[in-house]
């Protein structure tokens, strides 16, 4: 998982990787971050530079400028890195003295980057409406039941359609 970046002052590079956030994010968490990282350290090519503010400051700039990644993205990515060496100094990496600026760097800005978001990416549902989905399957079956149960606790969690449905289906059906 790790990719160590080495400069040519071989006393510097960068020893910890996104397995120092292990167990405090989800596995699929753990992968986007890794890939952000590695995207972040391709960029700054150098420890040196990985660690100076002004480079997350210039790969935003690149990001917005150079790409046509949304904004969410963007700042997804942004966070990632920011994450992670936060992480990295608390467990001695790196010093808080030389990540402090990090969390100063802010991420762009949704507006001024609007024509990059998909249109439908957030789709309204009006209460009344979402009431009438999460009641529309028959409760005289157990399949009605069941997707009953599946949509009102979608709609009343918040939670996401592909994590609601990780695990086996072992798990899913509690064996």
Known sequence: MSQELTSTNHNSRIRFD????????????????????????????????????AT???WRTYLANETTMSPNTINRKLAAVKRLMKEAAVQGYTTYEQIAG?????????????????????TRIAPEDMRRLTMAPDPDTLIGLRDRAILHTLASSGVRPGLFLVGTREERRGV
């Open 56 to 58: 997350l400051a210039r």
């Open 18 to 53: 996104t397995s120092i956030l292990a167990g405090r994010l989800s596995t699929s968490s753990l992968r986007k971050y890794q890939e952000d990282f590695e995207a972040y350290l391709a960029y700054a090519e150098t420890p040196e530079n990985a660690l100076d503010t």
């Open 102 to 122: 990090f969390e100063r760097i802010e991420g762009v800005k949704i507006a001024a980057l609007r024509e990059r978001t998909k249109p439908n990416a957030r």
